[in-house]
Nanobody, 114 residues
Framework: QVQLVESGGGAVQTGGSLRLSCAAS????????MTWYRQAPGKEREFVAS????????RYADSVKGRFIISRDIAKNTMYLGMSSLKPEDTAIYYC???????WGQGTQVTVSS
């Protein structure tokens, strides 16, 4: 069993920055990828970035590459998503997940105004 809780969302203007957190508790998941997804109004949920918990290897969607940084603090069982140069198109609910294990957080809202 894993519990995932996102935090750090908010409202910013175009060009601003936010840092999202996902706190995990429960069973270990050292060999798995932990992933950020987002879902904007009227759109399907899309992949944003992932990090392998053990190796630290990362992947990014092309739309956020160079602007977002995914990281984790193993000791704190917490994953982060640093977001800069935010655009209105980044407005969405952001979710963290261990998709291969079927665990999802409740989401945190990010709103970017022009």
């Amino acid at each position: 069993q894993v519990q995932l809780v996102e935090s750090g969302g908010g409202a910013v203007q175009t060009g601003g920055s936010l840092r999202l957190s996902c706190a995990a508790s429960g069973r270990s998941f050292s060999t798995y990828d932990m992933t950020w997804y987002r879902q904007a109004p009227g759109k399907e949920r899309e992949f944003v970035a992932s990090i392998n918990w053990g190796s630290g290897s990362t992947r990014y969607a092309d739309s956020v590459k160079g602007r977002f940084i995914i990281s984790r603090d193993i000791a704190k069982n917490t994953m982060y998503l640093g977001m800069s140069s935010l655009k209105p198109e980044d407005t969405a609910i952001y979710y963290c997940s261990l998709p291969l294990l079927g665990y999802w957080g409740q989401g945190t809202q990010v709103t970017v105004s022009s």
